[in-house]
């Protein structure tokens, strides 16, 4: 159970993560007035520790706009260009971005999103189904209520991102992470009781609070990593009612230009620590920007990873 204290801002009620084994809790405050709260999570577990950081926002405020990278302008069969995660590559002025949908690598710039994509109503990749069995997706519609779900087709959709689904080589078709507030972790994809860097988001009840969680991995000693119960444990702990599973591993990318305490600026306060040691570039991102406090001058995106660096497994 949830240990941690209930606190509230001016514009959403948040609740602080815990330490799944040792009940240890993020004692940050809520980010002013701004109606997103970034946080470290920290994960005590058998091997060591699991670090990563949690943002809740809510995204029904006027103040806040959910963004997924644009569909890709240039002819051409692939349907994504590859770009590290943070501002250039979610959009213009977000205040943070987390990678997103798996996707299928041609070389190390041209890439074919795997599931559903939006972007402002625009569709850069079809929702998917294996065996008869939609993906998991997080859709937005153009009110900015989200949903997390199996969808194939999906109505209603304004920005949407697709979690892990099945593949030619998995028997399962994968699970969401959270159901109703039910765990099915352990019949998602990929490999969901093996230690990974993960990323997650998930939504309310009453689908006007998302959460995203990126957590660290493949590095002893700072991160272990999360199996996806524990990554679905961690998103139930921070509030949310359905979760899914986004593309991990090396992808798992967490870019915030807003500080635990509030203040935003041009450049990243806060990133997670991406097991390549850089930036990997990816195919999509969901990005979050904050209508009224973007700073002026642009905003920096951190380096990217080497392709050379990138040691793709199984969805990781």
Same mark, same amino acid.
């Given at each position: 159970?949830?240990?941690?204290p209930?606190?509230?801002?001016?514009r959403?009620t948040?609740v602080?993560?815990?330490?799944?084994s040792?009940?240890l809790c993020a004692?940050?405050a809520?980010a002013?007035d701004?109606p997103i709260q970034?946080?470290p999570?920290l994960?005590?577990?058998?091997?060591?520790?699991?670090?990563?950081?949690?943002?809740?926002?809510?995204?029904?405020s006027?103040?806040?706009?959910i963004?997924v990278?644009a569909?890709?302008d240039?002819a051409?069969?692939?349907?994504?260009?590859?770009?590290?995660?943070?501002?250039?590559?979610?959009?213009?002025?977000?205040a943070?971005?987390i990678?997103?949908n798996?996707?299928?690598?041609?070389n190390d710039?041209?890439?074919d999103?795997i599931?559903?994509s939006a972007s402002?109503g625009?569709i850069a990749?079809?929702?998917?189904?294996?065996?008869g069995?939609?993906?998991?997706?997080?859709?937005?519609g153009?009110?900015g209520?989200?949903?997390v779900?199996r969808?194939d087709?999906c109505e =209603?959709?304004?920005d949407? *991102? /697709?979690g892990v689904? &099945?593949?030619s080589?998995?028997?399962?078709?994968? !699970?969401?992470l959270l159901?109703n507030g039910?765990?099915?972790?352990d019949?998602a994809r990929?490999?969901p009781?093996?230690r990974?860097?993960?990323t997650?988001?998930?939504?309310?009840?009453?689908?006007e609070?998302?959460?995203?969680?990126?957590?660290?991995?493949?590095?002893?000693?700072?991160s272990?990593?999360?199996?996806?119960?524990e990554?679905?444990e961690?998103?139930?702990d921070l509030?949310?009612?359905d979760?899914?599973?986004?593309?991990?591993?090396?992808s798992?990318s967490?870019v915030?230009?807003?500080?635990?305490?509030?203040d935003?600026?041009p450049?990243?306060?806060?990133?997670?620590r991406p097991?390549? =040691?850089?930036?990997?570039p *990816? /195919?999509n991102?969901? &990005?979050?920007?904050?209508v009224?406090?973007e700073? !002026?001058?642009g905003?920096e995106?951190p380096?990217?990873a080497?392709?050379?660096?990138?040691?793709?497994?199984?969805?990781?």
């Amino acid at each position: 159970m949830n240990t941690c204290p209930t606190i509230t801002s001016r514009r959403f009620t948040a609740v602080l993560s815990a330490g799944l084994s040792a009940g240890l809790c993020a004692a940050t405050a809520v980010a002013g007035d701004l109606p997103i709260q970034i946080e470290p999570l920290l994960i005590e577990t058998e091997i060591g520790p699991a670090r990563g950081w949690a943002a809740t926002m809510g995204q029904t405020s006027p103040e806040v706009d959910i963004v997924v990278t644009a569909p890709r302008d240039e002819a051409t069969r692939w349907d994504a260009e590859q770009t590290p995660t943070g501002a250039g590559a979610a959009g213009a002025g977000v205040a943070l971005a987390i990678n997103a949908n798996f996707f299928a690598q041609s070389n190390d710039r041209d890439a074919d999103l795997i599931g559903l994509s939006a972007s402002d109503g625009v569709i850069a990749s079809p929702a998917r189904s294996h065996n008869g069995v939609g993906d998991p997706a997080l859709i937005f519609g153009e009110d900015g209520a989200a949903r997390v779900l199996r969808c194939d087709p999906c109505e =209603g959709v304004y920005d949407a *991102v /697709a979690g892990v689904g &099945g593949s030619s080589n998995a028997e399962t078709p994968g !699970a969401l992470l959270l159901e109703n507030g039910v765990i099915h972790a352990d019949r998602a994809r990929v490999q969901p009781m093996v230690r990974h860097p993960r990323t997650g988001a998930g939504v309310s009840a009453d689908g006007e609070t998302l959460y995203l969680v990126v957590i660290d991995g493949r590095q002893p000693g700072w991160s272990v990593g999360v199996t996806l119960v524990e990554l679905a444990e961690t998103l139930r702990d921070l509030g949310a009612d359905d979760a899914l599973n986004l593309d991990g591993g090396g992808s798992s990318s967490f870019v915030s230009y807003v500080s635990e305490t509030g203040d935003v600026s041009p450049s990243p306060a806060i990133t997670n620590r991406p097991s390549d =040691g850089r930036f990997r570039p *990816v /195919a999509n991102h969901l &990005g979050v920007r904050l209508v009224s406090h973007e700073p !002026a001058g642009g905003l920096e995106t951190p380096a990217a990873a080497s392709p050379t660096d990138v040691d793709r497994i199984g969805g990781g």
